[in-house]
């Protein structure tokens, strides 16, 4: 059983790790690297850290890059609870902590760049049993992080349904890549808005903010037909991860007007309806947000279902299915 | 009331930073998020929280839990020194209050009505809010807020006392003191001179024992039960260092809770716990606590916050987080006191702390004058519970407490051993 667990934890790390390469973090160094603890404060000086992964991305909101420690679980739901996800957030905690200590660090995974390296990543995959949303979400709200140095650190704790989440982003992400925006002069990029404080970006990179935002914005440009008569359009993008109701709609409206992104020929919505009721009906809703929410002078708005794809079975394949 | 807008990042950062603050941000991105975030202030945390696009449900969440927060009444207090004559201030305030004065031009702050009260009189203001507004560039709403002026024990100390829900009717109180002070100089009268209940202007041994005289006086038959959350700030030049960093510090705090809840019941005092002792070794002293007290006269028990607030705010804050009644062997089940009650509680609370601090801040000037303390509640860390109990026990002067045996002291209830070494050394 344990060799069975070691197998699932392996597996669950590199589909991970998988996942976050495909939204356009880069890996760097190896994967399963042991970091001696160099940290006091940890009286633990014997012990190594454990480093599942370290992943790197351009961060659009600082200038340096970002540093991403990645910590995976692979579980069965009985095992899962809030004093196994917080070993796991403990665990992740400590190699952060642990970092700017460590010449190992540096140089096996760092490879000696200035980077920002406050964010670890734990991946929680429930492989068996019956996962259970509103449980591991009271799970996650007993958990405290505290750390032994005066900086701000965070963990992102991912569990099946974010990451079906980002696997179905990803998904409808590259599908519409491929099929509407595939032309020679067609293009399609996540979108940063401006911040005061920064200038707006395009990419394929999906950063931790926009991991955990209900709206993810995306700027395309489409020409329809051919030779002299071909028009470009803008086409700006939203993937909707809000409760899909008329009050929720009107409100993802005013956040596109907060940032310029009416400002295209037609705006595409693609709602995630996965937490929706059975009686949910997203033609009446849509047809109430046009007529009442729709200003005259609105570009057109076509709202689609987000295409839901299982994460372990995407991931696989995005892998060649050598997983 | 749903958002007119969608809030630009900078109403985030400006809600999160002036508004909702570092622990409650923390708590709401783990609980909607599943993001753990530690944060050493408020701003690390605005940033992280303005740069996330929320939906309906959790922006309307955030509002939610502002309002909630600002709908908690708290009950605060500052004090000032002056020569005047309470019937005096009482006129002059009349006079102002019928020639329509203005405190604070911005504000428009002036007062609407002065009314006599038992100890004192009562002082109504009226003053423009402004407001960051998305429309307009600042919007404008006319509010009210009042407060008591009472004389204290102290001839020439008088207590302004006020009950607020928004902060902003705590400025505008400041910001009429200011104006109030500003019109009788025009007047031609001296400054009233304000006194500040901040622990800094309490020596730093005195601290900790001020906190200790709060938990074990027993205001108005409240007994305190059990200590729910402490917390800590370092003061200048610790005398040694922890190894562990803040947030250990807080950790161990947590976990030591029943230990210092134990050694006020047994009449050691805060300084009777091992951890305290070595807080304050480190320069660490109480800055607030969410209390349990027990009503020894009714079946009512209550958990009250009590935080002091660091310069340049001058006061603390007193608020009831929950009320309790109690049932069968001790046990409690939450319940909602009537409004009065309530401010008779948060009263109470608040006129040990206004006296608990005179007597900690005389104390020097005492020491000074006379070398030596002359009344038993003169001595740093006895209160009037316990000097009675030493009064009870032949303990008549301040002599016959510093001339006693360790032990002998250690008899009297409410004195501990780290208390007696203290007093007898």
């Not at chain 1, 910590?71 to 009985?78: G, L, Q």
């Not at chain 1, 965070?154 to 491929?178: C, I, P, W, Y």
Request: proline residues 2%; charged residues 35%; negative net charge.
């Amino acid at each position: 059983m344990p060799e069975r667990q070691n197998r699932m934890g392996d597996i669950a790390n590199e589909r991970l790790i998988a996942l976050l390469e495909a939204l356009g973090w880069k890996q760097q160094g190896d994967s399963d690297v042991d970091i001696p603890c160099e940290l006091s404060a940890h009286h633990e000086r014997d012990a190594d850290h454990g480093v599942d992964g370290y992943m790197a991305y351009d961060d659009p909101y600082r200038t340096r890059e970002r540093g991403v420690v990645v910590e995976s679980k692979a579980k069965s739901w009985d095992n899962t609870n809030s004093t196994s996800i917080q070993k796991g957030a403990t665990q992740a905690l400590k190699t952060l902590e642990c970092i700017p200590e460590s010449d190992d660090f540096d140089e096996y995974l760092n490879n000696g760049e200035d980077r920002n390296v406050d964010l670890a990543v734990l991946g929680v995959w429930v492989h068996n049993g019956e996962y259970g949303n509103s449980d591991f979400d009271e799970y996650i709200d007993e958990l405290t992080i505290k750390n032994k140095r005066r900086k701000p650190f965070q963990v992102l704790v991912l569990g099946n349904r974010d990451l079906h989440r980002l696997a179905s982003l990803h998904n409808q992400f590259t599908d519409l890549k491929d099929t509407e925006f595939s032309g020679q002069y067609e293009s399609l990029d996540f979108y940063y808005p401006s911040l005061p404080d920064t200038v707006s970006q395009r990419g394929e990179l999906v950063a931790l903010e926009y991991m955990i935002s209900d709206y993810i914005f995306a700027k395309g440009q489409k020409v329809e037909g051919e030779g002299p008569d071909s028009v470009s359009k803008d086409v700006n993008i939203v993937f909707y991860f809000d409760d899909v109701q008329r009050e929720s709609l009107d409100f993802m409206f005013k956040a596109l007007l907060e940032y310029q992104m009416t400002d295209a020929d037609e705006i595409w919505v693609y709602l995630d309806t996965q937490g929706q009721t059975e009686d949910f009906q997203l033609g009446s809703l849509v047809e109430s947000f046009r007529q009442n929410v729709l200003p005259d002078d609105a570009p057109e708005f076509q709202f689609e279902r987000l295409t839901q794809v299982d994460y372990d079975t995407y991931v696989d394949g995005l892998t060649g299915g050598s997983l | 009331m749903t958002m007119e807008e969608y809030p630009s990042d900078t109403d985030f950062r400006v809600f999160v930073e002036e508004k909702f603050g570092r622990d409650r941000t923390q708590d709401f991105l783990r609980s909607n998020k599943n993001f753990l975030v530690h944060a050493n202030s408020t701003q690390d945390i605005a940033n992280i929280t303005r740069r996330i696009l929320f939906g309906y449900e959790e922006a309307e969440h955030l509002k939610r839990g502002l309002l909630e927060q600002e709908q908690e009444e708290k009950a605060t207090a500052f004090t000032f020194k002056t020569d005047d004559s309470m019937e005096s201030l009482e006129s002059e305030l009349s006079r102002a209050s019928s020639n329509e004065n203005v405190f604070n031009d911005n504000k428009n702050i002036k007062v609407s009505d002065v009314s006599q009260t038992e100890g004192g009189f009562e002082v109504d203001i009226e003053y423009v809010y402004w407001r960051q507004a998305r429309r307009n560039l600042m919007d404008s709403q006319d509010k009210k807020t009042s407060i008591s002026v009472e004389q204290t024990g102290e001839e020439d100390v008088v207590k302004v006392t006020q009950d607020y829900r928004k902060y902003d009717e705590l400025g505008a109180v400041q910001d009429f003191f200011e104006g109030w002070n500003r019109y009788r100089m025009e007047n031609g009268n001296d400054p009233l001179d304000k006194g500040k209940i901040v622990l800094e202007r309490l020596r730093i041994e005195d601290r900790v024992d001020f906190f200790d005289d709060i938990l074990s006086e027993n205001p108005g038959n409240w007994r305190f039960d059990q200590a729910i959350k402490l917390g800590l700030r370092q003061g200048d030049a610790p005398e040694e260092m922890f190894e562990e960093t803040d947030s250990d510090v807080e950790e161990r705090l947590d976990e030591e809770l029943r230990g210092i809840t134990d050694a006020v019941l047994t009449g050691e005092g805060l300084r009777g716990n091992e951890f305290v002792q070595q807080c304050i070794s480190n320069g660490y002293y109480f800055k607030s606590g969410k209390l349990r007290f027990v009503n020894t006269d009714v079946a009512e028990q209550v958990e009250i916050a009590i935080e002091f607030k660091q310069e340049p705010r001058s006061s603390f804050d007193i608020s009831i987080e929950q009320e309790y009644e109690t049932v069968d062997e001790g046990e409690r089940e939450p319940t909602t006191f009537e409004d009065s009650r309530r401010k008779e509680i948060r009263d109470t609370f608040r006129n040990l702390i206004i006296e608990l601090y005179g007597q900690k801040v005389d104390l020097p000037d005492l020491i000074e004058q006379r070398n030596t303390p002359q009344e038993l509640t003169d001595i740093s860390g006895i209160g009037e519970t316990v000097a009675e109990n030493l009064r009870g026990a032949g303990y008549e002067s301040v002599e016959d407490v510093f001339n006693a045996d360790k032990d002998e002291l250690m008899k009297v209830d409410r004195i501990g051993d780290s208390k007696a070494e203290s007093l007898t050394q």
